[in-house]
């Protein structure tokens, strides 16, 4: 469709000031007006988190024009937005995942004694560089908030910014949104929280925390090639209690990032949902309360803990679980049971069942499914929407049950999920025809 087509068709928007709004029954209804047209691209990436950068290196370098849309001011979502500082089922990917850690060795970004952990200020400059490197074209401050499609095809993704509200055009898409965003808004259906409850896991926001000597508080966090995960802990715990407040989330965790830096994980956020605003809202200040509220009780305790302190909280709070979109293949229970293996296989998870409880009055920390899962593997097929034509996903958001979510959820899985989406992506807009 060219531009004037375009911007002579029905398209929902407007311009808040300058467009009065028209009183419903239920609300209100926007104007309708034209849209402008951006320029658009081969492949169009929306979310620009683990996810959805590797998605966008993987299809620039395979020769796609491609464009990656990202709501906040920078890249990484999780990793640097969400502070994560930890990456969790990498060790047998390669790929991008590879030459993810590989940069991060060379600016100094690995953490220091663990072969998870990293900076997440370094993780950002590593990010940019490698999608600037590949040709990828960087949109931040960005959301997008509409789909449109031609029949079954999505042919535009419609976003909010300081520009205003535009249409983006693309040949193929990929929602790396995390919790489903554009499929939801392009007709997708979809699936969310427990099946028989709706209770989804709970939300976490992270911390930097500083003020620590490591040889003094050694008993509270996990080194690489120690054996014990849970005593460490436990003995958190035990000091954030001592100094007069128990966590939300029952399993406290220092990840050390440097001599004089660690990571916090000590919140649940449960019964909210990662597709509210306000339940995001009421969550992030929450969690930030408590957050504070955790270390000044543990800093009032003396000792190795007299200068603990916040260096940050993150600027958008961890959401496990969002929508997961129905796709040509639903991994399920029964893939991690019988550790299925798959001839269109994209990613092998070897992470466990890891469901944070979605009920603080039975459990505030994490439950299984009563087996131990087995290695599997995530077919191409759970990437590619059942419902819309041209659009692909990757990372949490991908055709899945409760449970396997819980598991393929992490963001090793993620990175391979989107470098294998972008390889696709940029394949369909050459040949016009999925696989």
Request: proline residues 5%; neutral net charge; contains cysteine.
């Amino acid at each position: 469709m060219n531009r004037r087509a375009f911007l002579g068709s029905v398209v929902t928007g407007v311009a808040l000031g300058r467009v009065p709004l028209e009183a419903a029954s239920d609300g209100f209804e926007e104007p309708v007006r034209p849209l402008p047209l951006r320029p658009g691209a081969d492949v169009v990436v929306c979310g620009g988190g683990p996810a959805g950068v590797a998605a966008a290196i993987s299809a620039a370098r395979a020769g796609a024009k491609t464009l990656l849309l990202e709501l906040h001011g920078c890249l990484g979502g999780i990793w640097t937005t969400g502070l994560l500082s930890w990456i969790l089922d990498h060790a047998n990917k390669s790929g991008l995942m590879t030459e993810i850690f590989q940069r991060l060795e060379t600016h100094g970004g690995r953490a220091a004694t663990n072969r998870n952990g990293y900076e997440p200020e370094v993780m950002k400059l590593v990010l940019e560089e490698l999608c600037t490197e590949a040709g990828v074209e960087i949109q931040l401050h960005t959301r997008v908030c509409a789909a449109r499609r031609d029949g079954q095809r999505l042919t535009h993704v419609i976003t909010e910014s300081k520009s205003g509200r535009e249409a983006v055009p693309g040949k193929v898409f990929i929602d790396c949104t995390g919790d489903g965003d554009l499929g939801a808004a392009a007709g997708c259906g979809f699936d969310l929280g427990h099946p028989e409850t709706g209770r989804t896991q709970p939300m976490t926001l992270m911390a930097l925390v500083s003020g620590l000597v490591p040889s003094e508080v050694r008993e509270f966090y996990r080194e690489d090639d120690d054996r014990d995960w849970s005593g460490p802990k436990d003995r958190l715990r035990a000091a954030m209690e001592k100094g007069g407040l128990s966590p939300s989330y029952a399993k406290p965790t220092l990840f050390r990032l440097r001599d004089d830096l660690f990571a916090l994980m000590a919140n649940h956020e449960y019964g909210v949902l990662g597709t509210d605003a306000r339940d995001l809202t009421a969550a992030t200040l929450r969690a930030r309360k408590e957050l504070h509220q955790l270390v000044n009780g543990l800093r009032s305790l003396g000792g190795p803990w007299k200068n603990l302190h916040i260096v940050a909280t993150a600027a958008q709070i961890g959401v496990r679980e969002g929508r997961r979109l129905r796709g040509r293949y639903t991994v399920t229970v029964d893939d991690l049971r019988e550790g299925r293996r798959q001839e269109d296989a994209v990613c092998h998870v070897t992470f466990p069942i890891d469901v944070h409880s979605t009920d603080p009055t039975k459990s505030k920390g994490t439950t299984g499914a009563g087996f131990r899962a087995k290695p599997y593997d995530i077919p191409l097929r759970a990437l590619i929407a059942k419902d819309v034509d041209g659009l692909l996903m990757a990372g949490r958001c991908i055709s899945g049950d409760f449970i396997a979510h819980s598991s393929y959820r992490v963001t090793g899985n993620a990175v391979a999920m989107g470098e294998a989406a972008g390889k696709v992506a940029a394949q369909v807009a050459t040949t016009g025809r999925l696989p």
